[in-house]
């Protein structure tokens, strides 16, 4: 009986863990780490990525092939913005949601925009991550 407990309390652990640290789509078997924040962050990771899927098709495709960590950390690029370490070829770091979640699918976009330059081997950009940054806002605010 106490070792039925302690599988019980070990599998809840697991699903919580799963269901706040890791996004899985089947359909296309994009797989996505995401690592707390340790500060307050306003927005669901697993919710940007859904709007991305819904909204930015394009763009989400990119994000699964591209991409496998997600640290909501402050790194490099402050509280408030997002950064990509070439050090870090599949990990991309987000700030604190700025409280708006078509801005912080739009730092994602963006930061998955460098990861593309860094695997392709081309110089950084900002003008051109800022660009896939803003067709993205574009594309999922048009009413």
């Known amino acids: 009986m106490k070792k039925l407990k302690l599988l019980l309390l070990f599998l809840l652990f697991g699903l919580f863990l799963y269901s706040k640290f890791y996004y899985y789509d089947p359909g296309i078997n994009c797989k996505i780490t995401i690592i707390p924040a340790f500060l307050p962050s306003n927005n669901n990771t697993k919710q940007i990525l859904k709007m991305i899927k819904s909204g930015a098709p394009d763009d989400y495709m990119r994000i699964c092939k591209y991409v496998s960590v997600i640290n909501k950390n402050p790194s490099c690029g402050g509280f408030d913005g997002g950064c990509f370490q070439p050090s870090k070829p599949r990990t991309i770091y987000i700030g604190n949601d700025q ?5 912080s699918g739009a ?9 593309i330059q860094a695997s392709e081997r081309r110089p950084m950009s900002e003008r051109e991550c800022y660009a896939a940054g803003n067709s993205y806002l574009e594309s999922v605010t048009k009413y």
Do not use: L
């Open 107 to 115: 730092i994602i976009v963006h930061e998955v925009c460098h990861a």
């Open 99 to 103: 409280s708006n979640i078509a801005m």
